[in-house]
């Protein structure tokens, strides 16, 4: 985490002299100390934009984005959007389901399987038949702003 900040703190900067990439790439080993000579460097750089730095300090991790992004690839397919929709009005079985959409329930286990997995729909076991809901309320909270941008 620590080398990721420190390349952050890098790319804010003007590295126009090859001599000083060389000195902060070997100041590297030792991260703790170098990066305080870093952020001194940095101040004193004419080229250093202070509210661009800010920016991106803030960006969520690498791993958030992704995780993000893969959610948002989840609302990008019509069945999937469909089903949370049902959903919201009630829990339902897959049978259910595929008769209200007119689908089949393959083709409706296979896109809850998908909402499973982005833990966006959660199931429920009742002797043989399984009934899936929402996850939690942040779905619908989700969809619905959604649903608001695109009315608008």
Not at 15 to 25: E, F
Not at 98 to 108: D, F, H, K, V
Not at 141 to 152: K, N, Y
């Amino acid at each position: 985490m620590l080398m990721c900040y420190f390349d952050m703190l890098m790319c804010h900067f003007n590295m126009s002299l090859q001599c000083s990439y060389a000195i902060l790439t070997k100041e590297r080993i030792n991260i703790g100390f170098h990066a305080l000579k870093l952020i001194d460097i940095m101040k004193k750089n004419k080229d250093f934009n202070k509210e661009l730095y800010d920016i991106q300090k803030n960006l969520p991790d690498g791993d958030v984005i992704y995780n993000l992004a893969e959610l948002f690839k989840v609302f990008g397919d019509t069945t999937r959007v469909r089903i949370l929709y049902v959903l919201f009005e009630s829990e339902l079985c897959v049978n259910d389901i595929a008769e209200i959409l007119g689908m089949t329930q393959s083709a409706i286990s296979h896109q809850l399987s998908v909402l499973k997995s982005s833990k966006l729909v959660k199931s429920r076991k009742d002797g043989k038949s399984v009934y899936y809901s929402l996850d939690d309320d942040h779905i619908k909270q989700i969809f619905d702003q959604g649903l608001a941008h695109v009315t608008e």
